[in-house]
């Protein structure tokens, strides 16, 4: 493995009393997708625009290219492409307008064809208070490629898009990971995650808390199948933790979430439980093990709590 | 990518959405020709007062300036729009420069017309000084606007922004010769009028439109407004903030009043040592005696 183009060691932010980031690490490599997955307020969007140089640090270590954000100033930002998580342009200003006036600002850009290539070619006289969240998204990520950058940043592209648009914009950041372009994304979609991303760092409460390919992390559960059960009341305590084969067992919004090495046994013992219980089985669902059991393996909670 | 080249590319595109502006288009277009209007109607057939109130009505579309830029750079600030070219390698200086260019250039075609219409429709009986009077309007529309730019960088919101453009506003159209003539005052308040930076626009364009005043006899009106576009400037520019988070901190409201230190030394010279209270009345004069235009009043 060569230099790591992203580099974050140690990282610290307080916002007043609250701790955003207590000691994040991690680098990622160039031409690589990366993803930085958790829930709201795990301190993704804070990582992500101290690496940008829209915030400092308080401490530890950020460098993007080998340049530090905060004092590299118009070097650093032309060679980086962002998507921010809110921001907006004037209403009145067209999409073509939009792209001239951000190429115009750096002296290497992409080649011409960006409306094209994000299907914005009929909306390329539309005033961007015409476009949709979808359109305006698009234009976004057109825009954080004008400069044709080597690091791309995208804090949660896909947050509030429906499925259908959620898709496309998948499919331009596959584009990127095929044309090289280094991406750091940030998300609480577990799809995303997945489907996107070479390596993944889940993030909680300011801290990574794992980190490694979507496979690695979830070979972290190996051996082991989630079964979720729904039952119509709760069972004795303690007692579903205590079936045959379940390794972990923990109640999520009103089911509960085995973790279990020998599924037919746990099954069979779990039937036997309700029965004496003289309580009744309402769903089962099994899986083989996603981002999200890992993330709940190791937080006790849902992404989305 | 130099400065110059990105500020000229953000001047065209802020000129692009002016027009496409109705706000603009009244406020900068409309009002000022409703002003003519009412000038015409008031002046009817007293042609002698045109130069002054040209001055006037030059005085308060360029002083216009400073409404609009400090409410549009805090909507910018509010809406996130600032953030997003906070990432693109655009400065602070760039961004502040761009409006303040965009405001002359939009500012130039109303003044014209104003010109125009004193000129050949309320029979101005000559041009002016127009070399001067385009000095003055060029440096009175950076200074005005760097005057909002501040105010812009030390308010945290909407709210915070009009109220304390309005205060100002109050004191710049009162007490600046605008509206009411200063030789109209009494003298304790002529004196503190010499401290309202739009005294110094307002004298040195009635000067030019009304007896052709030269270069040298608004010089220290042109400094005036120099001082305190550069300061203005450079303290704006120093405070400026992308972000709608970013809250200005309570001391730097203080940074408001800094940027009127020029006027206030400005102020207590005159108040001192200067003229400038004989070329007010003076002007006032050729108002209220309807002296003929062509002869330079004296003293």
């Keep these: 493995m060569g230099e790591p183009i992203i580099q974050v060691e140690n990282l610290y932010k307080n916002y007043g009393a609250v ?54 100033g118009e070097k650093f930002k032309e060679i980086i492409g962002a998507v921010l998580q809110s921001t907006s342009l004037p209403q009145k200003l067209k999409v073509r307008e939009a792209l001239e006036l951000f190429a115009n600002f750096y002296p290497r850009r992409a080649d011409a064809g960006l409306l094209r290539r994000f299907q914005l070619e009929e909306k390329a006289e539309a005033f961007y208070s015409q476009l949709s969240g979808g ?3 698009r234009l976004a990520l057109a825009m954080a490629l004008v400069n044709d950058p080597r690091v791309v940043f995208l804090d949660e592209p896909t947050a509030g898009l429906d499925p259908q648009v959620r898709r496309e914009i998948y499919d331009i950041i596959a584009e990127l990971r095929g044309s090289r372009k280094t991406v750091l994304i940030t998300t609480h979609y577990i799809e995303e995650a997945e489907r996107l991303c070479d390596r993944v760092a889940i993030i909680d409460h300011g801290r990574v808390i794992a980190l490694g390919t979507p496979r690695e992390l979830k070979q972290g559960s190996a051996g082991t199948t989630r079964i979720e059960v729904r039952i119509a009341r709760p069972p004795a305590n303690g007692s579903m933790g205590k079936l045959e084969g379940v390794t972990s067992c923990r109640e999520i919004e009103g089911a509960w979430a085995l973790s279990s090495t020998r599924p037919p046994a746990t099954i069979v013992a779990l039937v036997k439980l309700l029965e004496a219980e003289n309580n009744e089985l309402q769903s089962l669902e099994m899986s083989s093990p996603s981002l999200e059991d890992v993330f709940i393996e190791l937080t006790g909670r849902r992404l989305r709590e | 990518m130099g400065v110059m080249s990105r500020t000229w590319t953000l ?6 959405l002016a027009m496409r502006n109705r706000a603009f288009f009244f406020f900068s277009l409309v009002m000022p020709l409703i002003f003519l209007v009412g000038a015409v109607i008031f002046i009817g057939n007293r042609t002698q007062w045109a130069g002054y109130i040209l001055g006037a009505i ?8 400073f409404w609009g830029l400090s409410v549009q750079l805090v909507t910018f600030r509010e809406q996130g729009i600032l953030r997003r070219f906070r990432i693109a390698p655009v400065g602070a200086g760039p961004m502040l420069a761009s409006s303040i260019i ?6 130039l075609p109303v003044v014209a017309l104003e010109i125009l219409v004193c000129r050949f429709v309320l029979h101005m009986q000559n041009w002016g000084n127009l070399p001067a009077i385009l000095v003055l309007v060029t440096i009175g529309s950076a200074t005005f606007s760097s005057l909002g730019l501040i105010v812009a960088s030390v308010t945290n919101t909407m709210q915070e922004t009009q109220m304390i453009n309005n205060l100002i506003w109050m004191g710049f159209i009162f007490l600046g010769g605008a509206t009411i003539p200063i030789g109209s005052f009494p003298h304790w308040l002529q004196r503190i009028s010499l401290f309202i930076p739009a005294q110094y626009l307002a004298t040195g364009l009635q000067s030019s439109a009304t007896w052709q005043a030269t270069y040298w006899e608004v010089i220290e009106d042109c400094i005036a407004l120099a001082l305190g576009l550069f300061l203005a400037f450079e303290m704006s520019r120093r405070l400026f903030r992308w972000e709608p988070e970013a809250k200005a ?9 800094a940027a009127f230190v020029p006027f206030l030394i400005f102020g207590a010279w005159e108040n001192f040592y200067g003229s400038q209270l004989q070329r007010v009345n003076t002007n006032y004069r050729v108002l209220s005696r309807m002296l003929p235009m062509q002869t330079k009043p004296t003293q």
């Design chain 1, 19 to 72: 701790e955003a980031l207590r000691g994040a690490s991690f680098s990622v490599q160039e031409g690589e997708v990366f993803g930085l997955l958790g829930p709201n307020g795990a301190g993704k969007t804070s990582t992500i625009e101290i690496l940008e140089g829209l915030r400092n640090a308080d401490r530890g270590v950020a460098r993007v290219c080998g340049l530090d954000p905060e004092k590299s």
């Design chain 1, 135 to 137: 359109q305006k998204q």
């Design chain 2, 249 to 257: 901190p309570r001391r730097a409201k203080m940074w408001v009043i």
């Design chain 2, 102 to 107: 965009s405001n002359y250039f939009m500012a």
């Design chain 2, 11 to 16: 001047t065209k595109i802020r000129l692009v």
């Design chain 2, 58 to 65: 030059l005085t308060t579309t360029v002083m216009g300036s």
